[in-house]
C-alpha cells in the first residue's frame, strides 16, 4: 500500500497573489509527484490553511481547488490553524461528515482523530471534558492553540479499537498533533491529554504507528513497540531541501516514508 502524506502547508493569502504564488506552484508539485507515484490514498495531516484575519474562508477554498488536482482520495486530518474557518463550514469544505472518523485500505484500519475536539474553538461537552480545558488553559506549556480528544471520541476510539482487534485488522492512528513528548518541542506542544490517549493505544497491540504533524521539523520514537511519526512541515519546506511532502509504503513488516526527492526518511520495522 502506498499513502501520500503532507502536513503543515499554512496555505495563505497575506503576502501575494495565492494562485501564483511559489507556495502554490510547490502544492501543486506535490500533488503531481502523488499522481506519478499513485498512492491508495492521501493524508493531508492538518493545518492545511494559515488562517489569516479576514481571508481563513478564501485560503481553504483556494487550497481546496488545488487539491482537486490530485488524482486520488483525500483524507483529511483537522489541524488548529484550520479552525479560523467555523467548525461546521470547514467539514463541509472537506467533505467531512465529523472530524474523527475510521476507514479500512487494504488490510489496515486507519483511526483519524480530531485533536481540537476539547479547545478553544469547541466547547467541551461532558464534566470531564471541562475538567481536562480548564487544567490545559491554567497551565501555560499546553498552550491555548492545541487541544485534547474528548470523552465521547475517546469511548468511539477504545470501540474502534476493539473492533480492529477482533477483525485482525492492524491499525494506523492519525492526529494532527504529536501524540508522544519526543516528537515535539515545548514551543509547539502536543495534543493536551496524549498522556491518556497513549495509554489506550498501548493496551492494543494492533495499533503499529501514529501519523501526526503540528512540529514543523517532524520526529519519530518508539514506545512499546508502537512508532509515533511527526511528518515535517510543508511551508518549511526550504529548511529540509527534497522534503515538502512524502509518500509511504506500507509493508506487512515495515513502513518506508521517502521524501519527494524519494530519499528515505524512516524505515520502521513494524511488530
Known sequence: MRIGLISDIHFGLEEEPAA??????????????????RPDFVLQLGDLINGSDNAAADELRLACRIFDTCKGTIRHVIGNHDLAVPRDELLLTLGLQCAYYRFTAGSYRFIVLDGMDISVHNEPETPSDWDIFDKAL?????????????????EWLCSSLQAASDNGEPVIVVCHFPLHPATTDPKHGLLWNHREIREILAAYPAVKASLGGHFHHGGHTLENGMHYIVLPAFINR???????????????????????DNAVLYNLALT
Do not use: K, W
Open 20 to 37: 501564483a504564488s511559489p507556495a502554490a506552484a510547490e502544492l501543486r508539485s506535490c500533488l503531481s509527484h502523488f499522481n506519478r507515484c
Open 138 to 154: 491554567a497551565e501555560p506549556s499546553m498552550h491555548d492553540y492545541c487541544g485534547a480528544v474528548g470523552e465521547r471520541q475517546r
Open 238 to 260: 526550504t529548511e529540509h531541501p527534497g522534503y515538502a511532502c512524502a509518500v509511504a509504503e506500507l509493508h506487512p513488516d515495515r513502513l518506508v516514508i521517502s521524501g519527494n
